[in-house]
């Protein structure tokens, strides 16, 4: 799992963590579904949302896709980041 904190929020009373499954190519970290309460619900879904990347019909970057890495990061930030799918 891989952490990301915005804006100093580890230090802010309204700060919260969000999980995130993201697709990881070199340096670039691409959150792809969330966000989900817990790190469990995250991993729970990251088939899924490889499978939805990898999907030529529903990806236009399906090749470059299958290689990406593909895990879930925790982010500490005060209000959540949108992602690519959202919640599936």
């Known amino acids: 799992m891989s952490d990301m904190t915005l804006d100093n929020a580890e230090w802010h009373p309204a700060a919260r ?6 697709a990881i190519d070199g340096p670039q ?3 792809l579904a969330g966000p989900y309460a817990s790190r469990e619900e995250a991993e729970a879904k990251v088939n899924a949302v ?3 990347a ?3 019909e529903r990806n236009a970057s399906a090749g470059r896709a299958a290689f990406m890495a593909y895990g879930v990061t925790r982010l500490t930030a005060r209000l ?3 992602s690519a799918l959202g919640k599936i």
């Open 17 to 22: 963590e969000f999980f995130y499954v993201t």
């Open 29 to 31: 970290i691409y959150p």
């Open 50 to 52: 490889r499978t939805i």
């Open 54 to 56: 990898m999907d030529p």
């Open 80 to 82: 959540p980041r949108k």
